[in-house]
């Protein structure tokens, strides 16, 4: 159980509060690369609160500013890209991807005016598919090269959700609660097995959960009874290796972002540069109807078809509220992991608040891939059909893209 206070601390994202400046010590996915075209070439992005444009601009150079121009506040969504960078639809204000302002062109000839006005701009890199940006104080840190994103010897695909209607925490939390596994997730489709006992489902099979720390998270460590490991990474703080990488970006204090990554090994051992890579993409159509309603005044598809398991997570997440009452839980032994994460959380909190780097920033720009084991989780077999979107199952359904304004995509984020 957690005190009001505390609860604030871990789930308000935006500048200045305790996890929004932890969260700024890390890179975080924002979008998927391919959806910025030549045709299409600025996204609104929200992300841990703030609301940005992202843009290419002409010269192929991706920047990540304010959504409202400095000179009245119109979006620069509706920008115009350039060579130099994009101007404002309204008056013509032109910035570059640092931010600077570089032209306003009703001004006056010779007014170096221009020359005071700047926007918040944060840095991109592309990695693996995705965008992913940095708020934190300079000098940005490594774009951590975990192996799902940065091995060359295969290629990636990303699946992307509907948007969570819930804060970040619910999904971090849910890295670190093994249990769930065993009850939750008991009746798929795809499982060979039906528990005896519906209220138990697969505790049985479990002789230990145990967790330990690693350079860059917690690992979750299931023992089965017949002598079976699973080990899945939380990639602190807000990333979950199971046979895929799961990645969620804090939208605002009420809305999550959640992509997976799988990575498949080329069959012919090309290499695949994973700074350019355009893996194929899929998206997730909504687990409720309304698809932007909230719990209790929306029904959730328990039983979603392009993915159960991946269903009843979120289902389990948004039902708790757009902010868990923590205050209110009532924790016990078997959320020994849950309890780690928060202590963990509050830990890295205070060395940011002393101006130190929190676990798993990494300052080596060519560090080497970082092994999460995950050819070992291949090896393993499971009593529960391995709950990733890893390959796409048959069923799994594709949204065509012109349908997703319907869908709810057209959201912030
Ligand atoms: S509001 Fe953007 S240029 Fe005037
Ligand atoms: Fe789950």
Redesign the pocket.
Known sequence: MLTKEQNEQLTQVGAGTPVGELLRRYWHPIAIAQELTPDRPTKFIRALGEDLVLFRDKSDRVGLIQDH??????S?LYGRVEERGIA??????LYDTSGSCLE?PAEPAGSMFHLTVKVRAYPVQRFAGLYWMYMGPAPAPALPKYDVLARPDGRRQITVFPNLDCNWFAAAENAVDPWHLQILHQDQPRSTRRPVNTTRGYVADIEEQDFYLTSYGIMKKRVYKDGRIEEHPMIFPTHLRTGSLWLRTPIDDTHTWQVTVAFRRSDDGSLVDPTDEEPEVSYLAPVKEPADGLHPFTRFNFYAPWGQILTQDMVMWETQGLISNRPEERLAASDKGVVLLRELMFQEIEKVQRGLDPLGVIRDQNHAIIDTNLDNERGRASGIATPTVEWRAPGLEHVPAEQLASLGYNRPG
Do not use: M, P, V
């Not at 121009?69 to 119109?74: D, T």
């Open positions: 121009c400095a000179h009245r506040g119109a620069l404002c639809a309204y008056h013509g204000w306003c």
